[in-house]
């Protein structure tokens, strides 16, 4: 198993995660896209780190993995109000912040 | 009090000899002893003008006596200073005060300071002793009016600026006293400004004075430029190795500024409508001092005039064209106050010519200026003794036979028509003489205008006088109850009454040792002798105000005759002063900013709205890609990452 390899796997998650965020409107599903885009960039960075033998992309990996516990916990709290009012979880439904 | 008797009695005892005073090494030396206290003439009539329109009501009651002792007092610092000069031999009289620097730029420095010398000196005493005395003739004169107060304290101010003007030691100075006295004839013009006319007389002095002081600033300007200096003596020193064509348009500048100030042609049209202010006001600003100011500021400018022969030709044209002008209009009023702003305009014309003649004719200018100060202050209060009695009343019309009920007035008023028309041995009759006398050795026409305005002065003069004290009575009983005047208002007409008898005859002769040394003087030669000259135009006095007597003695109608000559219409509308004005520069100007402001709303608003709308619309279109999908963001987010990622790959290959 290559760098090669791995770099080629994270670009496939990465894509699904673009996917995922544009063409689903489940606010969830969206949530679960980002992640899968984080953790695309996360095994890039890994898999370099261990390629150039040291531990900065490992150190980013936690980093972004802190970032993205956190940006959970804000958007899901978001997400819980949203559907609390509307009673959906539709991204496409909150559009009034518009021209 | 009396002004010309303490200024004469000395200068007869001169003995310094005109010609062998050479004016360029005149220059003065710093101040010590009586002359540091100078700055008391300005600070006086500061203090009392300060203390009456800042305290307010509190000053009602003393405010008043108060501005009157203050210009006393600096007529009495005048005369320790007139005697402390006549102590001093001729080239040791004019002093400075340097008192502080004012603006200190790069090499550019305007200093405050005081000058006093000869010329100055004669104005320190006419300002102050005439300024004096009407200050007592107004504590008469305005007794009832409720703003009393606030009236002197605006007289004080006059006096004060008026005082600055001749005492400056730099043409900036001397400006700021102009516009002083701009400002105080602004005020007192419009003191009764909820009369309609004499708010709108008021602004109209304001700005034709205006057009003046651009000269005058102008002036000052040119002056910084050539010489790098704005002091008398600076810009004096340097003058004489000037261009020519820079000293004539300095000349030209400032006898713009003169016109302005004295109401010569063509900025004449505002001193009749100024008769709109109290009567003592028109005494003491627009006869005695103020209007005199432009034959200063040309006097004082000798030098100027020397190295420009154009602007001083200008300048007796002016004087030539206005004295005539102003005894045309004076013949054919009505108002007696009118007539008598008619002839102060023609009177300074006298002046203004005599200036414009060069060394020959300054010290006569400054003579003239003096006598004239004397007598037609005199005859202003007579006048406004007359309308404080007669409930306001003007038009002369509604005179006559005015000699039986105020008799004083009479007298004090016969001795200034006795005075102006020039009857020997009485003031005009030295002073105008030497003018005439003076200008035809130089020109002929300047010359003969003098002489026939002699004779108009005469007619018009003694028109007024026949009018007002002789004939029958032509006022009704039932609103007008002629009756003499309180003695506060007599006493200064008796001074100045006799000043304007004795005033010619006591200061002919000592005036031109007492002023050479810093105008310069030449005696003009005559092609015929003066006894001669004399004769001539005593001739043309007499003709004049027999045929003024001879017409008016039996009385006039009360309302004005409609049939009369073309030049007498014009004459009642002042020559069309005011038309011309209105053709020439107020319907253009009009028409130019009608102009300006079309092309301002049109034009350059129409650029800047239109930018601002296209950008609007623009922006309008732009604002619909907000559409509040957050996946269309997120689409051109990644549209955005893609055209990045792959500009980085093209710039890389």
């Keep these: ?99 | 009090m009396n002004l010309t008797n303490s200024l004469t009695s000395f200068l007869g005892s001169a003995t310094i000899e005109a010609s062998n005073v050479d004016p360029t090494v005149n220059l003065p030396v710093a101040a010590s002893g009586v002359f540091s206290f100078m700055w008391l003439l300005l600070a006086l009539p500061v203090l009392g003008s300060a203390l009456l329109l800042l305290l307010g009501k509190r000053a009602d009651k003393w405010g008043p006596i108060f501005a009157v002792l203050m210009v006393c007092g600096a007529f009495v610092v005048g005369l320790f200073l007139y005697f402390a000069m006549l102590a001093e031999s001729a080239n040791d009289r004019p002093v400075n005060l340097h008192m502080w620097d004012w603006i200190l730029v790069g090499n550019f420095e305007a200093p405050i300071g005081m000058q006093l010398d000869q010329l100055s000196m004669v104005f320190v005493l006419l300002i102050t002793g005439v300024g004096g005395l009407i200050h007592i003739y107004s504590l008469g004169y305005m007794k009832d009016d409720p703003d009393k107060r606030k009236f002197f304290g605006y007289l004080n101010l006059f006096i004060a600026a008026m005082l600055l003007l001749v005492t400056a030691d730099s043409y900036l100075l001397l400006y700021v006293g102009w516009e002083g006295v701009g400002l105080a004839s602004y005020l007192l013009v419009g003191f009764w400004q909820y009369k309609p006319a004499a708010a709108v007389a008021a602004k109209k002095a304001f700005v034709m004075n205006r057009v003046g002081d651009v000269g005058l600033s102008i002036a000052i300007m040119l002056m910084f430029v050539t010489f790098g200096s704005v002091t008398f003596t600076g810009v004096f020193d340097a003058a004489p190795g000037a261009s020519e064509s820079t000293m004539t348009w300095i000349g030209f500048a400032l006898l713009l500024a003169a016109c302005g100030k004295s109401a010569q042609l063509p900025l004449q049209a505002w001193l009749l409508d100024a008769m709109e202010g109290p009567t003592p006001v028109s005494a003491l600003i627009h006869a005695a001092t103020m209007v005199t100011a432009g034959v200063y500021l040309i006097v004082r400018s000798g030098p100027i005039f020397d190295a420009a022969p154009a602007a001083r030709d200008a300048v007796m044209v002016v004087g030539a064209a206005t004295l005539i002008f102003g005894a045309i209009i004076g013949a054919a009023k009505d108002g007696i106050k009118d007539v008598l702003a008619g002839s102060t305009m023609s009177q300074v014309g006298y002046m203004i010519l005599a200036a414009g003649l060069g060394p020959v004719g300054y010290v006569f200018a400054i003579f003239h200026l003096l006598t004239h100060g004397m007598f037609k202050a005199n005859l202003f209060l007579g006048a406004g003794s007359i309308m404080h009695s007669m409930h306001d009343q003007l038009n002369m019309r509604r005179f006559g036979a005015l000699r039986k009920v105020m008799f004083f007035t009479f007298l004090t008023f016969s001795s200034g028509w006795l005075a102006i028309m020039g009857v020997p041995p009485f003031s005009a009759f030295y002073s105008k003489d030497k003018i005439i006398e003076a200008s035809f050795s130089v020109n002929f026409w300047g010359g003969l205008a003098a002489l026939v305005g002699a004779g108009i002065t005469s007619f018009y003069m003694t028109r007024l006088w026949t009018m007002t004290f002789t004939g029958k009575a032509r006022w009704t009983e039932d609103n007008q109850h002629p009756h003499e005047s309180p003695k506060v208002m007599l006493f200064p007409m008796a001074v100045l009454g006799l000043a304007s008898l004795a005033a010619g005859f006591l200061l002919a002769g000592a005036i031109e040792t007492w002023l050479a040394p810093v105008t310069g003087f030449e005696e003009g030669h005559l092609p015929i002798s003066s006894l001669a000259m004399e004769s001539i135009s005593l001739t043309f006095v007499l003709v004049g105000g027999a045929i003024a007597y001879l017409q008016y003695r039996r009385g006039v109608p009360i309302t004005p005759p409609q049939h009369v000559s073309a030049l007498t219409v014009a004459a009642r509308d002042e020559l069309y002063g005011d038309a011309f004005n209105e053709a020439v520069f107020m319907r253009p100007g009009q028409w130019l900013t009608r102009s300006l402001v079309f092309v301002d709303s049109k034009a350059i608003d129409g650029i800047v709205n239109g930018t601002s709308a296209a950008v609007g619309g623009l922006s309008g279109r732009l604002r619909r890609i907000q559409t509040g999908f957050a996946r269309s963001y997120a689409l051109s987010m990644l549209a955005g990452a893609v055209l990045l990622i792959v500009a980085l790959i093209l710039v890389r290959m």
């Design chain 1, 1 to 99: 198993m290559t760098t090669e390899h791995y770099v080629v796997l994270s670009a496939i998650l990465f894509s699904i995660g673009v996917f995922g965020v544009l063409i689903r409107r489940n606010a969830i599903v969206v949530f679960m896209s980002v992640e899968l885009m984080l953790n695309a960039a996360n095994l890039a960075f890994v898999a370099f780190a261990r390629q150039h033998g040291n531990l900065t992309g490992q150190t980013i990996a936690f980093f972004v993995m802190v970032v993205a516990a956190a940006e959970v916990v804000v958007g899901l709290a978001i997400l819980v109000t949203i559907y609390r009012t509307r009673r959906s979880a539709s991204v496409d439904e909150p559009n009034l912040l518009k021209y």
